[in-house]
C-alpha cells in the first residue's frame, strides 16, 4: 500500500481532534518513509501542531524556505534534531565537531527552530569522565553563537546502553549538574521518557530540573524489545507510566509540546497516514 493510499478510516475531521492534542507534536524521523512536504501536510491533516524536524529531512532543500513552507500550513517548529557528539579521542575531531554544532545552530536559526537537541557523544576509547569533559567543554563553545542567533540547546540524557557511542550523558542528574555549573539561559535538558523511565531519582531531578526543561519526549518501552534502537513503541505498548512522568514535567512548570518520537522499522514499514492517525489515537489515550 503506498504511503498515500485513502481509506474512509484513514480521514481525521480535524474538529473532532481534542483539544489537548493541540499539544502534540511529531518528530519527522517518528514517521521517516515520508518526504518533509508530505509529512507536514499529514501532520496538518491529524490535527497535529508542532513538528520537530530531523536534519536529514532537510537533505537538498533551502532551510529558510524549509522553515517558511511548514509555519505557512500552520506548524510550530519544536526543534531541530541534532546535534552534539563532541566526544573524541582526537582533538581534531573535536574541533571538527564543534564547528558541525555550530553549523547546526545556525541552520536552526534559519529554520526558525528555537531548539536544538543535542545527543552529546561518547567514544570507547575516552574514559566516561574524560568524555563529559569534553562535551562540556563542546557546549560552552557553542553556546555564545546560539545565544547570539536567539536558539537554545537542550541536553538530552541517554539511556545507559548507548553510553560506549552515543552519550557520556546517561541520567538527568548529570545533565543537570553540566547545566548548573554552565550557568547559561541558552542551555537546558530535553527529557525523554525511553532514556530515563526506570531511573528511581527520576521525580526528584525533573523538580531540579525546573525551568531548564526545554523538551518532553514520549513513547514506549516494549517488552520484550527486539533492537535497543529501533523497536520503540507507541505510547501504551509497554511498560512507561507515561501520564505520571507528565505530570512531573508539568509539575516543574513545562508547558511546552510534548513531542513522539519514535524509532522503529515496523512502524516505518507500515501505510504511514494509518499510521500518523495511531499516533494521535495513542497520544489521547495514553498521554
Known sequence: MSAMHRTKDDLIDPGRVAPETRRLCIHTATTRPLPLEI??????????????????????RNVRAAGERIRKAGLE??????????????????????????AVVREAAELGAPLVVLVCGADPA??????????????????????????????EPLHPMYADSRSAITDLAT???????????????????YHLWFDPSLEAEIDRAGERILAFHVCDWRTPTRDLLTDRGLMGEGCIDIPEIRGWVEAAGFGGFIEVEIF?????ALEQRSYINRIVGAYEAHV
Open 39 to 60: 509529512a507536514v501536510d499529514e501532520y496538518v491533516r491529524a490535527g497535529v501542531s508542532g513538528i520537530t524536524v530531523w536534519r536529514d529531512a532537510l537533505a537538498g
Open 77 to 102: 517548529i519544536v526543534s531541530l534534531c541534532r546535534g552534539g557528539f563532541f566526544v573524541n579521542a582526537d582533538e581534531e575531531e573535536r574541533i571538527v565537531a564543534i564547528e558541525e554544532n555550530r
Open 126 to 155: 575516552v574514559p566516561l569522565p574524560v568524555a563529559r569533559d569534553q562535551i562540556r567543554s563542546g557546549i560552552e563553545a557553542v553556546l555564545p553563537l546560539a545565544a547570539e542567533l536567539g536558539v537554545k540547546l537542550a541536553i
Open 175 to 193: 545533565a543537570n549538574r553540566m547545566c548548573e555549573e554552565i550557568d547559561s539561559p541558552a542551555l537546558g535538558v530535553a527529557v525523554d521518557v
Open 264 to 268: 522503529s522499522t515496523e512502524y516505518w
